[in-house]
């Protein structure tokens, strides 16, 4: 199994930046796409940024301009820099990473970190 472990999550005011961290641990494998998602109390578990291995990379607009996702794929890891951040951007984050186990041949995963709470308030 590839395991995605997450950190940076915080309290921070209105308008102050975060920077979450993931980083995938497994043998063999490769990462297609990396993401990361939310989900605030009462609401659906939504989108935020996810990039793939080739660099392109996906925004929901209330993110975009304000959020950056990044990934070293030697590395396996993927970043989300957020800035000017907003209340409305609190929830518990999700580390998502999809891709293949090599030497298996098509078989697939799609892996979920815990989650890291981010809170803005002020």
């Known amino acids: 199994q590839v395991h995605l472990v997450e950190s940076g999550g915080g309290l921070v005011q209105p308008g102050g930046s975060l920077r979450l961290s993931c980083a995938a641990v497994g043998r063999s494998f490769t990462i297609n796409t990396m993401g990361w998602y939310r989900q605030a109390p009462g609401k659906r578990r939504e989108l935020v940024a996810n990039i793939r291995s080739d660099g392109i990379t996906n925004y929901a607009d209330s993110m975009k301009g304000r959020f950056t996702i990044s990934r070293d794929n030697a590395k396996n890891t993927a970043d989300l820099q957020m800035n000017s951040l907003k209340p409305e951007d609190t929830a518990v984050y999700f580390c998502?990473?999809?891709?293949?186990?090599?030497?298996?041949?098509?078989?697939?995963?799609?892996?979920w970190g815990q989650g890291t709470q981010v809170t803005v308030s002020s």
């Open positions: 998502n990473a999809d891709g293949y186990y090599r030497g298996y041949g098509s078989r697939n995963f799609d892996s």
